[in-house]
């Protein structure tokens, strides 16, 4: 605040500009023009849980300007010097799946609300009577009004509000200017249960309640679409949905200030203890390796979203499957199911954490690789990387995957011709791409990944033709009942679906600055150390945009091989790993630093030793 003494001084300040402005001649007249008024939109980018990415606005003339989306969602954009109405653009992933989702705004706009989720998205469907994003695309929307933006929001509205009023979201809420935190309520609480698929080519939407399934159609097309989504169960998904992200409030404090023994009353009270599975591990063993990690002190869960949820009963478990991510990762986002186990005297649900209930690890991504040849060192190339296996004692053999871009296989079981066959090599339990047809553990490994036999190798057309997004893809695990040449008697086991949520970037299109570059040590240097043991100090640079996802370590010598893996924070360009004296003499082997970007794409760059 400024007092009476100050503002006199100021005054007297002025005076003395003004007279020596007028003893300079000219007119005499000068004029204090004030700033121009600031011009912004902001408001929250939101599906489920914030999205990581970036906005982009559109004007009426097609100039565009992109902002960066904040950690907790929102977003701000000067539209100052813009022509109106806007059309914005919200690209990211929010809760494990790649999003592309717009929203609209007009003069009247500016300076106030505008959030972008997959509801405004709709929205701007129906005004444009198209898929919203060949909307933008196309960047016609000089016509957008105030009242059309109002007649799209009130429509789909009255469309869900049952469902918006058993989430205590009031009729009065404007789903595209309100104000909203993305923070599971209000607003926030109809993005978690509401899911919007859109078909591209028929112009239609689904708009599903994931508590009942109900759903209904949205013809963009139209402006006449009026079914109403059904609530049923609604209420009591909310309150589930509390409790589960209460559930992993509470398991958070169990690592608040150390790690927990094995045998804690808090921990174990977390867990469906007997029905517990994670990558075909139990609970004791996957506790075993959760609390042995200095790095889980403080955890912290984000980006939790709900999948899907069924609500327990007097004659059933309710069950949810959940994503999340680790602390201030953006990556990887992990499967995760929950048991609700009802209470008959309370009639309430106590829902414990369950694992991801797969038999199996299955874990894939989009990968680009800068020294993925060792007689080419400069070499970059780009697929789809598997981190697939099985624990000691599993019996499973081989793996048949299938989905865009894989390709027609000779190997494998009766009716698994089509797909990217995988053999268990039983070194680690981990499987391989194979060339078919399939010939037990010592086929020889698919000759488009001579490299790496955990990463298939895409030509950059082959990329170009891939989808865009949410890439739907599922692996077949097998029994070959001891008899790799004998198909017949070969038994299916169990599938699994996942989903890459972007293809990767062509390699043709990247260069050394894409790449968490090694800067120190040299492969020379690196040599001696594998030779003798000791601290092995790696640095390396990280483009912007990309977080460091882990630094391995792998070492040969004479009779075999072992590695070192490091995982890093997401801003670390360098880390210190101890090297073991080798059984043998060490002959060579690899540095590989891997940094991933807010799509999970991975970038690898292999330093190849010597």
Not at 131 to 151: I, P, T
Not at 164 to 191: K, Q
Request: charged share 15%; glycine share 10%.
């Amino acid at each position: 605040m400024y007092d009476k003494q100050t503002l006199g001084y100021a005054a007297g300040v002025l005076g003395l500009v003004m007279l020596v402005a007028g003893c300079g001649g000219g007119d005499g007249g000068g004029t204090n023009n004030p700033p121009p008024a600031a011009q912004i939109l902001s408001g929250t980018a939101a599906a489920g849980a914030p999205i990581i990415g970036r906005v982009i606005l559109k004007d009426s003339a097609g100039v565009t300007r992109t902002v960066q989306i904040d950690a907790n969602g929102s977003y701000t954009v000067d539209v100052a010097g813009l022509t109106a109405p806007f059309v914005l653009r919200a690209e990211g992933v929010a809760g494990g799946r790649s999003y592309v989702v717009h929203s609209a705004a007009t003069t009247a706009d500016i300076n106030g609300t505008i959030n972008i989720t997959p509801l405004t998205d709709l929205i701007v469907a129906n005004i444009a009577r198209q898929v919203a994003a060949n909307y933008f695309d196309s960047g016609n929307f000089s016509s957008v009004s105030a009242s059309e933006l109002n007649a799209a929001e009130n429509t789909l509205q009255e469309r869900l509000q049952a469902v918006l009023t058993d989430l205590g979201v009031a009729a009065s809420i404007d789903l595209l200017r309100s104000a909203f935190s993305a923070d599971h309520t209000g607003l926030d609480a109809a993005l978690d249960m509401l899911r919007v698929s859109v078909d591209t080519t028929t112009n239609t939407a689904l708009i599903t309640n994931v508590i009942n399934n109900a759903n209904i159609t949205d013809d963009l097309t139209l402006s006449s679409d009026s079914s109403l989504l059904d609530s049923t169960g609604t209420a009591s998904g909310l309150s589930d949905w509390e409790a589960i992200r209460a559930r992993f409030a509470s398991f958070e404090a169990a690592f608040a200030t150390g790690l927990p023994a094995a045998n804690d009353p808090l921990l174990l009270a977390q867990f469906d203890q007997a029905g517990f599975l994670h990558d075909g591990r139990d609970l004791a063993d996957s506790l075993g390796e959760i609390i042995s990690d200095p790095g889980n002190v403080g955890l912290r869960f984000t980006s939790l979203s709900l999948v899907n949820l069924t609500h327990a009963s007097a004659t059933q478990n309710g069950r949810a499957v959940v994503v999340f991510s680790v602390g201030d990762r953006r990556f990887p986002y992990i499967d995760w199911t929950m048991t609700g186990i009802y209470d008959n005297t309370t009639g309430g649900t106590n829902w414990l954490h369950a694992g991801n209930q797969r038999i199996v690890e299955v874990y894939a991504e989009s990968r680009s690789i800068l020294g993925f040849n060792s007689s080419n060192r400069t070499e970059i190339q780009s697929g789809i990387s598997f981190d697939i296996g099985q624990h000691a004692g599993a019996t499973l053999d081989y793996a048949v995957m299938t989905g865009p871009g894989l390709p027609a296989s000779s190997g494998g079981a009766s009716g698994a011709s089509a797909g990217l066959l995988l053999v268990a090599r039983g070194l680690g339990n981990e499987f391989d791409v194979a060339s078919p047809p399939y010939a037990g553990a010592s086929t020889p490994t698919h000759p488009r990944a001579a490299d790496d036999g955990r990463m298939y190798i895409w030509q950059d057309g082959e990329i170009a033709a891939l989808p865009s997004e949410n890439l739907a893809y599922s692996v077949t695990f097998y029994d070959d009942n001891g008899t790799p040449s004998n198909l017949a008697d070969d038994s299916a086991i169990v599938t699994y679906p996942f989903t890459l949520l972007k293809p990767p970037l062509p390699a043709g299109s990247l260069s050394a600055a894409n790449f968490p570059v090694i800067t120190a040590p040299t492969a020379a240097d690196a040599l001696s150390i594998y030779a003798t043991g000791g601290p092995l100090t790696v640095t390396w640079n990280l483009p912007a945009g990309l977080e460091t996802d882990e630094f391995d370590s792998l070492r040969l010598y004479n009779g075999g091989f072992d590695n070192v893996d490091s995982e890093v924070s997401p801003t670390a360009t360098g880390t210190t790993v101890q090297i073991t004296p080798p059984p043998g003499t060490a002959t060579g082997g690899w540095l590989t630093v891997t940094a991933a970007d807010t799509t999970s794409r991975a970038y690898s760059y292999r330093l190849h030793v010597p």
